[in-house]
């Protein structure tokens, strides 16, 4: 694919426009770009090949020059780039993964990009690109995490979408009484736990206190964590999950859901094709927003997010911060997390979407009602040792939920080793 961004580019230039700022002059920057990408895998690479061409196309007299590395390789090799002669803009992720670079120094303030108008339309992904009141770089796609559940089977027990905690309990009770475990889960690898811990702990305590947990600021003995757990416990002790889930890799335990015996998954939306695949139809297959615990509170989301920085030691700093508006625009956005690329969110409010009706439920879910923030899930928000040790206690406390008091303290004494 030479250049995926080719129609939407020339539609631009035809309306006398261009798809970064409209105040920019095509030909004013210069000397060379020097971007270094993880974007590896087929589809993602097409795309940052397409993205860097249509760039240098629209700027004659800039040498655009990508390096593509291996996704895996980048998280070993970032530090080492980002230290003598680096480049002018890497990839990376957004929250607390931005943290040792950002401390280091590494990763350049973008603020003033941030407060200009068209970023408002990234309202909804500015928390997560937030660390001591700045900015440090721009999302280019994301996907939603939520409640997908089996239409048919909540229609034939006639139980409608829940929008409270209680409510939720209620349909659960409800499916329990046919049957039917509320929800499927694989804790095998342990990660699904953790976007359980991030939904009930933001919705019960918020996103502030979520993101002051994830950096080692609150106590895992804190009162509140342990309201958490409690408003966990509901569930686990309804029987709400389906058995021996610590047995079950994600892809495992989505049969339980093909076949009915279980009505629902909190899951992210890569999982929507394999639900698909096992022969669900759009028919049976819908999807809710993670219902309120805490009316005080208001929704956060998990949507993990991959991001564009630029370097405190860029050489060619007006090129890759024009660089970042052009990625972020609306008609690039459209473009390139359309099913012809990453097929994903785009995270400009203003762009389109595919003709994909869970698409558009997340698309409007993160513009219009993640109002408390973005997470980026349990194993990015939280320094990678504390996420380890943290999704063994999570699956844990699943399996063996008297067993809370010890976890929490284990979870606590490897908080004051790492932050302390």
């Known amino acids: 694919m030479h250049s995926i961004l080719k129609t939407s580019f020339a539609a631009l230039v035809a309306a006398g426009i261009t798809a970064s700022s409209a105040a920019a002059d095509a030909h004013a920057l210069s000397g060379e770009l020097n971007i270094i990408s993880d974007m590896s895998n087929p589809a993602p690479r097409a795309v940052m090949e397409g993205l860097a061409a249509d760039f240098g196309e629209m700027h004659p007299n800039l ?4 390096t593509i590395v291996d996704r895996e390789a980048w998280k070993t ?11 002018d803009v890497v990839n990376w992720y957004a929250a607390n993964r931005m943290r040792p670079y950002v401390d280091a120094g590494l990763f350049a303030d973008i603020s003033d990009l941030w407060a200009e108008p068209e970023f408002e339309a990234l309202a909804s992904t500015k928390g997560a690109m ?3 009141g700045a900015q440090w770089g721009v999302p280019y796609t994301y996907y939603q995490w939520g409640v997908y559940y089996r239409k048919d089977i909540f229609d034939q027990y006639g139980l409608s979408e829940p929008t409270n905690w209680e409510e939720e309990m209620a349909n659960c009770q409800t499916l329990l009484d046919n049957g039917v475990k509320c929800y499927t889960i694989g804790t095998k690898f342990l990660w699904t736990a953790g976007g359980w811990f991030d939904y009930i702990n933001s919705r019960t305590n918020g996103y502030d206190f979520h993101v002051s947990l994830a950096s080692g600021e609150v106590e895992w003995t804190d009162p509140r964590v342990a309201e958490t757990f409690a408003n966990w416990r509901q569930l686990i002790d309804m029987g709400a999950f389906i058995d021996d889930h610590q047995t079950y890799s994600w892809q495992e335990a989505l049969p339980f859901m093909v076949n009915g015996e279980a009505a629902s998954y909190l899951m992210g939306n890569f999982a929507v094709a394999a639900m698909r695949d096992g022969g669900l139809t759009d028919d049976q297959l819908d999807f809710y927003q993670f219902p309120v615990i805490n009316a005080d509170v208001d929704y956060a989301e998990d949507a993990p997010t991959d991001t564009f920085h630029i370097p405190s030691g860029a050489q060619n700093m007006d090129a890759a911060k024009e660089f970042l508006r052009f990625v972020t625009s609306p008609e690039v956005q459209t473009e390139i997390n359309s ?4 097929g994903q969110l ?8 595919d003709d ?5 439920q997340g698309f409007d879910m993160l513009s219009n009602n993640a109002g408390g923030g973005i997470m980026q899930f349990f194993d ?3 320094d990678a040792e504390m996420a380890s040790v943290g999704m063994e206690g999570l699956q844990e406390f699943m399996v063996f939920p008297d067993n809370l008091d010890d976890i929490l303290a284990r979870l606590e004494e490897t ?3 790492i932050y302390n």
């Open 63 to 66: 040498e655009v020059n990508l």
């Open 77 to 87: 090799q970032i530090r080492n780039a980002l230290g003598a002669n680096p480049p």
């Open 130 to 132: 937030t660390l001591d």
């Open 339 to 342: 099913g012809a690329g990453l």
């Open 346 to 353: 785009p995270v400009n409010a203003n762009a389109s979407i």
């Open 356 to 360: 994909d009706k869970f698409l558009a």
């Open 380 to 382: 990015r928000d939280f």
């Open 415 to 417: 908080r004051q080793r």
